[in-house]
T-cell receptor, first 113, second 114 residues
Framework: GQQLNQSPQSMFIQEGEDVSMNCTSS?????WLWYKQDPGEGPVLLIA?????ELTSNGRLTAQFGITRKDSFLNISASIPSDVGIYFC?????????????FGPGTRLSVLP | DGGITQSPKYLFRKEGQNVTLSCEQN?????MYWYRQDPGQGLRLIYY???????QKGDIAEGYSVSREKKESFPLTVTSAQKNPTAFYLC?????????????FGPGTRLTVL
């Protein structure tokens, strides 16, 4: 099946620093979703993007739908300890069912006090 | 509260046994999904259902079975044919039609085969 690449795979930052991560695909997508997962829990939806070039914020989080429609970016400003977790991107193109999302392997974020 | 519930949270199974994982949602979503998560990997789709009494195989359906008799429920059975069943299983749901159909996830069930 389709694959998404996320980078970096993991990152260690100091509390208060800004964070940037991205997700790339070999296919064009119509929807990008960003999730955060805490250990042993289900992913929680952070931001949904539906148009190329779209920039959407949710508190300290900002995500962008790349203009090529093959990538998306997530930024976290002024990181805090509770930002620790795994951040997943998910993308969806149009197939026969128009429903299936593809998930990236995740970026593991650690915040040092 | 509206949401997705999965039970049990932890499940242990002996080799050769079938086991059924529960997933219920009260979000009035039409579509439901089962994913498998292994360490360091993205979520992989096992089965999905867009409407009651209909479901399709995902990327890794072998060794699994599902049913969709009610809109609210989408149980997953891990059969003895699944060669490596130990994993974290996630259920999700979404509206089936339209462009704005984000998937929402349950809390997951961790299955361990002894």
């Amino acid at each position: 099946g389709q694959q998404l690449n996320q980078s970096p795979q993991s990152m260690f930052i100091q509390e208060g620093e800004d964070v940037s991560m991205n997700c790339t695909s070999s296919s064009i997508f119509n929807t990008w979703l960003w999730y955060k997962q805490d250990p042993g829990e289900g992913p929680v939806l952070l931001i949904a993007l539906y148009k190329a070039g779209e920039l959407t914020s949710n508190g300290r989080l900002t995500a962008q739908f790349g203009i090529t429609r093959k990538d998306s970016f997530l930024n976290i400003s002024a990181s805090i300890p509770s930002d620790v977790g795994i951040y997943f991107c998910a993308g969806r193109g149009r197939d026969n069912y128009g429903q299936n999302f593809v998930f990236g392997p995740g970026t593991r974020l650690s915040v040092l006090p | 509260d509206g949401g997705i519930t999965q039970s049990p949270k932890y499940l242990f199974r002996k080799e050769g046994q079938n086991v059924t994982l529960s997933c219920e949602q009260n979000l009035n979503h039409d579509a439901m999904y089962w994913y498998r998560q292994d360490p360091g990997q993205g979520l992989r789709l096992i089965y999905y259902s867009q409407i009651v009494n209909d479901f399709q195989k995902g990327d890794i359906a072998e060794g699994y079975s599902v049913s969709r008799e009610k809109k609210e429920s989408f149980p997953l059975t891990v059969t003895s044919a699944q060669k490596n069943p130990t994993a974290f299983y996630l259920c999700a749901s979404s509206y089936s039609s339209g462009d704005y159909n984000e998937q929402f996830f349950g809390p997951g069930t961790r299955l361990t085969v002894l």
